[in-house]
């Protein structure tokens, strides 16, 4: 079965940036990064196609960017401008999520 492994949380400030990276065991497909704030439903925040065209929520539009490398297997999210509200615990699954979903990284967004 695919595993999906995130990285690169952590604690910053307002307005700060973070780069989040996701470690696919299987081939990239059509990738998501999906995020779950406490009390909250984990929402997709961010898409990215095979062919490398984006769609983005938009509470985050203008401020995060998805990219992929297909030769590292990886997919990434770029964070700026980072508000409170962005934080949660981030994961990657494809687009069409699978039942395989990995740990999570946790973004806390607070000065």
């Known amino acids: 079965q695919v595993q999906f492994v995130e990285s690169g949380g952590g604690l910053v400030q307002p307005g700060g940036s973070l780069r989040l990276s996701c470690a696919v065991s299987g081939s990239l497909y059509n990738m998501g990064w999906f995020r779950q704030a406490p009390g909250k439903q984990r929402e997709l925040v961010a898409g990215?196609?095979?062919?490398?065209?984006?769609n983005y929520a938009d509470s985050v539009k203008g401020r995060f960017t998805i990219s992929r490398d297909n030769a590292k297997n990886t997919a990434y999210l770029q964070m700026n401008s980072l508000k409170s509200e962005d934080t949660a615990v981030y994961y990657c699954?494809?687009?069409?999520?699978?039942?395989?979903w990995g740990r999570g990284t946790q973004v806390i967004v607070s000065s």
């Open positions: 699954n494809y687009r069409i999520p699978t039942p395989y």
């Open positions: 990215i196609t095979v062919f490398g065209s984006t």
